[in-house]
């Protein structure tokens, strides 16, 4: 791998592992132009992925967000490298790869709430080999080293890539010197037997410090149990902070020693849901990095405190996202200008 730029004093600086896929949402009703016999139907084609709009929602907060994804060299992927470069996602640690992109059909309720059907897993995201990623000594040591990678969806929850990165985090999370974020961003349609996929979540909840989930991620994997049961089930398994987004009702998040913290967000339009919780994930590790509260020894002694202000200030972002189409994370600038223009 080619050296990275070194990280400025308080900047964040994150490696994100995982897919950019291609989402196909629905689009406004246009002229069929003669093709109502056909029964067309019009969507736009939107960069997506949780783990790219992560990346890319650093990027806009100013983060050094470096990306590692398996890129088609044909077909959408050229346009998918396109679009994290011109976020200013650094994607040197990211490689070529025969399998075309992954496709996400998306289907919006009459909230905006998003739901997907995926089209793999012969496709590019799943099929990681252990060379194809950093060399752990890259990630972990020297004056390049990240503080945090982010992994989580579709390649650590289905093989041949789940195996792998496995391995490669059981590596990371050895050496001790870099943060593990882990959001398994489930998927049910893609799921054919439910207890092996608890089983692989759990894996690498235990590789993680940090550990991001949807109530709905939760209401899949533990029908019937309260948010707080999984959560200190996640807590006991090894992690040591876990958040659990809660759509409009904002977010909550448990520590170790029982502390639990709530945020509401701010009300907003919502236009779609898409790539609202991968805004709050990326707002969240940005405010904890600038403040030097990323490292596995920082969130091992993390206050409720901090905990709760880095909640508002990630469900602030997610709420942003939700009020635009498609995944389109907020900048500083605008994180900063809404904060301003709602405090006066």
Not at 39 to 60: C, D, T
Not at 113 to 138: I, M, N, Q
Request: proline share 6%.
């Amino acid at each position: 791998m080619t050296d990275l730029p070194s990280q400025g004093a308080g900047q964040t600086s994150v490696l994100v592992v995982g897919e950019c896929l291609v989402d196909l949402a629905p689009a406004a009703a246009s002229p069929s132009h003669g093709t109502d016999a056909l029964n067309a139907r019009p969507f736009v084609a939107l960069p997506g992925g949780g783990p790219a709009n992560i990346a890319v929602g650093l990027a806009r907060l100013g983060a050094h967000s470096a990306f590692a994804g398996r890129f088609s060299d044909a077909g959408f992927g050229p346009w998918l490298r396109e679009h994290l470069e011109a976020n200013g996602v650094d994607l040197r640690p990211s490689v070529p790869a025969t399998q075309p992109a992954t496709l996400a059909v998306v289907t919006l309720d009459e909230q905006g709430k998003a739901s997907y059907a995926f089209y793999g897993p012969e496709t590019a995201d799943w099929h990681w080999g252990y060379d194809e990623l950093p060399a752990p000594e890259l990630v972990t040591s020297g004056e390049l080293a990240y503080q945090a990678v982010q992994i989580g969806s579709l390649a650590t929850a289905f093989e041949p890539g789940a195996g792998v990165i496995a391995r490669w985090l059981e590596e990371l999370r050895a050496g001790g010197r870099v943060s593990i974020s882990f959001d398994p961003n489930v998927r049910a349609g893609l799921v054919s037997d439910m207890r092996r996929y608890r089983e692989t979540i759990e894996s690498f909840v235990a590789r993680a410090h940090l550990v991001k989930a949807s109530s709905d991620d939760l209401d899949v994997l533990y029908p019937g149990a309260s948010v707080g049961d999984a959560a200190r089930r996640w807590l006991a398994a090894g992690a040591r902070v876990v958040v659990v987004t809660l759509g409009g009702d904002g977010a909550e998040a448990f520590l170790p020693d029982g502390s639990r913290v709530t945020a509401a967000p701010p009300a907003v339009e919502v236009v779609d849901t898409i790539g609202a919780g991968d805004s709050f994930s990326a707002a969240m590790l940005d405010f904890l990095g600038r403040r030097g509260e990323l490292s596995p020894a920082a969130l091992a002694a993390l206050s409720a405190t901090t905990l709760e202000a880095a909640l508002r200030h990630a469900v602030t972002a997610s709420a942003i996202t939700c009020t635009r189409a498609g995944a389109n994370p907020p900048t500083a600038a605008e994180l900063a200008d809404y904060a301003d223009r709602t405090t006066r």
